[in-house]
C-alpha cells in the first residue's frame, strides 16, 4: 500500500479522512509540522495531503520545505477558503493540485490513485532518462511482440522528422515512455522536454501553465512566468490526456500549432516557438469529435502520425520478458534475493486479461516480490482474483489433474510441482508427498524426471 500523510490543524478533520482512506493506504496524521516532516523523512511518504492554513506556519512554506527534501513526494494542497491566486503559487511550488473543503471524499480516492500512478510513472521516465543518458538503454529490452516491434520501427522512422504525433491508447500501456523514447533518440534530445498533464491541472490554470504570463498579468503573478511552450523551444512539447482539454483551449491551442508563436497572459507581444508536439490519450478522438467534445481542425493538426500502444492483452508473449524486468527491479528495490517465477505462476500471468495494462503487471510483481519469502515467486504470491479455482488453494500450489490422465502422469505432475515450490528441495519435497526421500529418488528415475 502507498503511504499517505495528512496534515491538518483540525483534529476532526484528520480524524475523518483517516477512516475515509485507511482502506485504501496507509495513512499517518499529524497536526504539527516538524513531526510531519519527521514522519516525511522516516516513514517513506508517497504523498502528503497538505491544508494551507496551519496556525503559526502557512501551507505554501510547508509545502516548499516537502519539496526541498524530497521533490517525489506528490503533494494535493487543501483549504477551506480557495482562491485563484492561491491555487496557482500551490501549482507553481510543486502542489500537483489543490483542492477545496469541503472534499469529496469518493472524489479524494480517485485523485489519490491518480496521482500516485503519474508519480509511479514519472519514475519510470526519469529511469528510462538515466539509462539512454548511459548509452544503455535498448527500446527493445522488455519486449519481443510483434505488435511493440511495429511501434519501434514507427519511433524510428518519425524521430528526426519534425511533425505532430499522436499516441493513443489505453491508460498503463506507456504512452509517456514513449513520447519519451522518440524525443530521447531524435535530433532535439539535447533540449528540453516538457511535459504536462492536461487533465491533471484545473482548466482556469492550464492556459497559464502553456502560455505563461507577465508580470501583474492577474492577481498574484508577482513575477514573469514562462509557460511550457517556451521552456520547450528547439526542444520536444507532450501534451498528456489531449482529450481532457477544454474547447476554448484548443482553439487556443491550433493557432499556436498553425503559426508557431505564443502571446503570454498579460503581453500583446508574440513569442516564436519551435517546438516538436507530442499528444497522447486514452479517449477515441474521432468519437469525442462526433460527440462535440473535441475540435475537429485540431485532431488532423494532432493526428498526423498516429501510434497505437496495443494493449497488453494483446502482447502476451511480453508478459514473461516484463515479469523478469519488474522482478529485477524490485528485488533490488527492496533487497530481496528474488530471482525468478514459477511455471504455474507465470502461466496464471499470460492468462489475465490486464485492465490495467503494464501498470497492473507491474504492480502485481511489486506486491509479489514484497511480500514472498522464497527466490522463486509462486502462485499463492499473486493476487487471489487472479487466480482460477484450479490453482487456488490456501497453503500451497495445486496440480491441475483431468478426466482421462493416467496415474502415473498425475503422480509426474504432483512430483513436478511439488519440486518446483520446494525449489528443488529433495527432502523437503518427500516430506510434502508424505513419502521417504529414497522413495522420491526412485520415483524420479522411474519417470525419468531429472533429479
Known amino acids: 500500500m502507498y503511504n499517505v500523510l495528512i496534515i491538518d490543524d483540525e483534529v476532526s478533520i484528520l480524524t475523518a479522512l483517516r477512516f475515509a482512506l485507511e482502506d485504501h493506504f496507509n495513512v499517518y496524521t499529524t497536526t504539527d509540522v516538524p513531526e510531519a516532516l519527521e514522519i516525511i523523512n522516516t516513514k517513506d511518504i508517497d504523498l502528503v495531503l497538505l491544508d494551507q492554513y496551519l496556525g503559526d506556519y502557512k501551507g505554501i512554506e510547508v509545502l516548499n520545505t516537502i519539496k526541498s527534501q524530497n521533490h517525489r513526494v506528490i503533494v494535493i494542497a487543501m483549504t477551506a477558503y480557495g482562491s485563484i491566486e492561491d491555487s496557482i503559487e500551490a501549482i ?35 529511469d528510462l532518462t538515466r539509462k539512454i543518458k548511459e548509452d544503455k538503454f535498448d527500446l527493445k529490452m522488455v519486449s519481443s511482440s510483434h505488435a511493440m516491434n511495429e511501434v519501434f520501427k514507427m519511433i524510428d522512422r518519425i524521430k528526426d522528422v519534425d511533425i505532430n504525433v499522436l499516441i493513443s491508447g489505453e491508460s498503463g500501456t506507456g504512452k509517456e515512455l ?18 504536462i498533464n492536461c487533465a491533471a491541472i484545473p482548466h482556469n490554470l492550464l492556459e497559464s501553465e502553456l502560455f505563461g504570463y507577465e508580470k501583474g498579468a492577474f492577481t498574484g503573478a508577482n513575477n514573469k512566468y514562462k509557460g511550457k511552450f517556451e521552456l520547450a523551444d528547439k526542444g520536444t512539447l507532450f501534451l498528456d490526456e489531449i482529450g481532457d482539454m477544454d474547447l476554448q483551449l484548443q482553439a487556443k491551442l491550433l493557432r499556436v500549432i498553425q503559426e508557431k508563436t505564443i502571446t503570454p497572459l498579460g503581453s500583446e507581444k508574440p513569442v516564436p516557438v519551435d517546438f516538436r508536439l507530442v499528444a497522447a490519450t486514452n479517449l477515441n478522438l474521432s468519437a469525442e469529435v462526433k460527440k462535440g467534445n473535441f475540435r475537429e481542425d485540431l485532431f488532423f493538426r494532432l493526428n498526423v502520425v498516429n501510434i497505437e500502444t496495443p494493449p497488453l492483452r494483446n502482447r502476451r508473449d511480453d508478459i514473461p520478458a516484463l515479469t523478469k524486468h519488474f522482478i529485477n527491479k524490485y528485488s533490488k528495490a527492496f533487497n530481496k534475493d528474488v530471482t525468478g517465477i514459477s511455471r504455474t505462476a507465470i502461466e496464471v500471468l499470460e492468462n489475465h486479461d490486464y485492465p490495467g495494462n503494464v501498470r497492473e503487471l507491474q504492480n502485481i510483481i511489486e506486491r509479489a516480490v514484497a511480500l514472498t519469502d522464497k527466490s522463486i515467486i509462486q502462485v499463492q504470491d499473486l493476487p487471489n482474483e487472479l487466480i482460477p479455482n484450479t490453482h487456488r488453494v490456501s497453503l500451497s500450489e495445486s496440480v491441475p489433474i483431468y478426466v482421462g490422465d493416467t496415474i502415473e502422469s498425475a503422480e509426474q505432475k504432483l512430483i513436478l510441482a511439488t519440486l518446483e515450490y520446494c525449489e528443488n528441495n529433495k527432502r523437503k519435497t518427500a516430506q510434502m508427498l508424505g513419502m521417504s526421500e529414497r522413495h522420491l529418488y526412485n520415483k524420479l528415475n522411474q519417470y525419468n524426471l531429472k533429479n
Not at 178 to 195: C, D, G, L, V
Request: proline share 2%; glycine share 4%.
Open 178 to 195: 514513449i513520447a519519451r523514447a522518440i524525443h530521447e533518440t531524435s535530433r532535439r534530445k539535447n533540449q528540453n522536454m516538457e511535459i
Open 92 to 126: 507553481q511550488r510543486g502542489a500537483y493540485y489543490y483542492i477545496t473543503k469541503p472534499l469529496d471524499i469518493n472524489g479524494l480516492i480517485s485523485l489519490i490513485n491518480k496521482a500516485l500512478e503519474y508519480q509511479s510513472l514519472s519514475d519510470e521516465v526519469q
